[in-house]
């Protein structure tokens, strides 16, 4: 993977980027915990009877972590896991409770998930901030009229013709019945 992001991505922000890609690698290795150590990760977290949602997070952060690590840019799904940690955040809160013997682990859990969620808002506000100034750099054109002289030269150069040869009628188009005399007056 080229770690001179900003070419790729198009962002003047390189440490942005970098982190875009750590977090992508992050999501991926995390979505492959869930997948694939779920019976371990269910029964720290006192969650047994929820493997298969953390399998489904873990399919959600390994698909996030790609569309991360492929994408030309990477904002939309920094702020794809911003939501998937709200998600997990909210999954975890409603194990934090005494009935859980696996209490404390849930709490160090969340606690992991808000340092990780601030580096994810982090990083899309850096990704997005960037974006947003290259696109309000914009090019004024206020002062350009569109002619090739300057207006005061155009001015009244329409009207210095007579009509030319090219913008008679053709034949077919003519009114029915027009005379000689009448199509003479088209000829310049």
């Known amino acids: 993977m080229n770690h001179d992001l900003t070419l790729l991505h198009g962002n003047h922000d390189p440490t942005a980027s970098r982190v875009a ?3 992508g690698w992050f999501s991926i290795a995390l979505g492959c915990v869930e997948l694939f150590a779920t019976r371990q990760l269910a029964r720290a ?27 030309k840019d990477p904002t939309p799904w920094i702020w794809a896991r911003v939501l998937g940690d709200a998600v997990d955040l909210g999954t975890l809160a409603a194990h934090l409770n005494d009935d859980n013997d696996e209490e404390e682990n849930v709490g160090i ?7 990780v969620m601030a580096a994810d808002i982090w990083c899309a506000q850096r990704l997005g901030c960037t974006d947003r100034q290259a696109s309000r750099h914009r090019v004024d054109y206020s002062h350009r ?6 207006v005061t030269v155009m001015r009244g150069a329409a009207s210095d013709f007579e009509t030319p ?6 034949e077919a188009l003519r009114p029915y019945g027009q005379g000689a005399a009448e199509a003479s007056r088209f000829q310049a």
């Open 21 to 23: 890609t750590g977090l």
């Open 145 to 150: 009229s569109g002619f090739p002289k300057p």
């Open 45 to 71: 977290l006192g969650m047994e009877s929820n493997e298969t949602l953390l399998r489904c997070y873990g399919a959600r952060e390994v698909a996030t972590g790609i569309g991360i690590l492929m994408a």
């Open 109 to 115: 859990a969340m606690g992991n998930v808000v340092a």
């Open 165 to 170: 040869r090219d913008m008679r009628p053709p």
